[in-house]
């Protein structure tokens, strides 16, 4: 009687179990396990060194902002603590002017429900 | 989902996902400015003080003795939409999925600042999570109408019948039923209510909103906006055929919501808004919380049928065919439209 009475438990938790996990693609990242890389060119080390200490790649990959609207991005990180050398000031913002600007197209990274 | 930044953690859920009634946790948006710290909750305190006769210091368990509460509403990012602004805004681009409903269940904020007993000079309820920003980046600190919070406010320690998850704000975050969710404070360690509403960068530049319209493209001036509050009136299509035939009937499905406590109704137009008709409303609700509907839809001839939704809630404000173009991409609630090719 009480081991019938353990294996309903048993079976009744595997129920509950199978009913709360959603399914999904196992083939897709969990969030926040795999980041977007920033593409070639002059200016890139100088924008990860910049940007990757408070946020990964994506953030930026969906950006679509003109030179101007660049500027005004860089100089605000700055002021929040971003490391951008005076030189490399104008590099780092005609990196991501060239490679993000209003023509760009971003797709976000498709991932796990959270938590799987 | 759809991870918008890998760390801090922001994702948005597909559109084509939010077709429950009460949104799953696994698939409710993540939003998150910093990267949280995992309080401790053996030491985790809420502190209340400020204006207040008593300031008081409460474990989970102090709060878990006072009245239980719940609420069903719907929380949505001020920043959903931004990405379908023209011209183009910086920062994180949301589409459509940063919106989820929920049962949050907690305590009443008024229940616990009672405890401390506030002062008649408190008017607005400054807010303190224990996320700390990198660097030189101002703090997350936020405050929200006093009178608000003590109306319907309340502290979550649930969500949706389980724990607070981590990436939702655990142990405790607040539930602003009807108001953006700048105001929703998750990591939530301290209550202060003060005389004056918080300073800062997240007070004083962000989650601003114009008084009104201007042109777009055109900054406005921090004296021609106020503070982010009440959602606006909205309204999605989660489900819809992507070819039809025409003659045919198909279910197109959605949500709406709004700042107020209900939508009155939802209609559905094939002809560019000449014309509405009425979609059915399902009957579950709650004050705040979403209205799913469905119409039965039968396109009348071949070519692509362009389908908009609009949505009226009780205090019938409409839902406009454009969203007020704003510097920091707020608040978007244009007409939602779908394309539908539909042969013969």
């Not at chain 1, 930026?60 to 000031?89: C, N, Y």
């Not at chain 2, 320690?157 to 998750?186: C, F, I, Q, S, T």
């Not at chain 2, 991409?329 to 394309?339: I, K, M, P």
Request: net charge positive.
């Amino acid at each position: 009687m009480k081991r019938a009475l353990v294996l309903l438990c048993a079976a009744l938790l595997l129920l509950a179990a199978a009913k709360k996990a959603p399914r999904f693609n196992a083939s897709l990242p969990t969030v926040g396990t795999r980041f977007g890389t920033l593409p070639l060119g002059k200016g890139r080390a100088q924008t990860e060194a910049a940007c990757y200490a408070c946020h990964s790649a994506d953030l930026l990959l969906q950006q679509r902002l003109t030179e101007k609207q660049w500027t005004a991005a860089v100089e605000k990180m700055i002021r929040w603590g971003a490391e951008v050398k005076d030189a490399d000031k104008p590099v780092v913002i005609a990196y991501l002017a060239k490679n993000f600007g209003p023509e760009n197209k971003f797709v976000p990274r498709k991932t796990r429900p959270i938590g799987y | 989902m759809l991870q918008m930044n890998g760390y801090a953690v922001n994702a948005e859920t597909p559109l084509e996902l939010l077709t429950d009634y009460l949104t799953p946790n696994e698939l409710f948006f993540v939003r998150s400015h910093w990267i949280p710290r995992t309080p401790n909750l053996s030491r985790w305190r809420l502190t209340v003080d400020g204006e207040v006769k008593t300031p008081v210091s409460l474990s989970l368990a102090d709060l878990r003795k006072l009245p239980v509460t719940e609420v069903t509403c719907v929380l949505q990012c001020a920043g959903n939409g931004r990405a379908l602004y023209t011209p183009v805004l910086p920062g994180v681009q949301w589409r459509y999925g940063a919106v989820g409903n929920a049962r949050w269940r907690g305590v009443r904020v008024r229940d616990v600042l009672q405890l401390a007993g506030v002062k008649d000079s408190a008017k607005h309820l400054h807010l303190f999570g224990s996320d700390d920003p990198p660097r030189k980046v101002p703090p997350f600190h936020r405050s929200v109408e006093l009178a608000k919070a003590m109306d319907d406010a309340i502290l979550a320690y649930e969500m949706n019948g389980v724990k607070l998850p981590a990436e939702h704000g655990a142990p405790l975050r607040l539930v602003v039923p009807g108001w953006a969710g700048d105001h929703w404070m998750k990591w939530l360690v301290r209550l202060s209510p003060q005389a004056e509403s918080q300073r800062g960068f997240y007070m004083e530049t962000a989650y601003r909103y114009p008084l009104q319209p201007g042109a777009a493209g055109v900054a406005f001036k921090p004296e021609e906006m106020s503070p982010v509050t009440e959602l606006f009136v909205k309204s999605n299509v989660t489900t819809a055929p992507k070819k039809a035939k025409a003659g045919t009937t198909y279910d197109i499905r959605g949500f709406a919501f709004s700042g107020a406590p209900d939508i009155a109704k939802v209609e559905v137009s094939d002809d560019d808004g000449a014309t509405w008709n009425e979609a059915q409303l399902d009957a579950r609700h709650s004050p705040y919380a979403w209205r799913l509907w469905s119409y039965r839809w039968t396109p009348r001839a071949a070519g692509t049928a362009r389908v908009m939704v609009r949505a009226t809630d009780s205090r019938d404000r409409v839902q406009p065919r454009d969203a007020t173009w704003n510097q920091s991409g707020y608040l978007y609630n244009a007409w939602h439209t779908v394309d539908i090719e539909v042969t013969a």
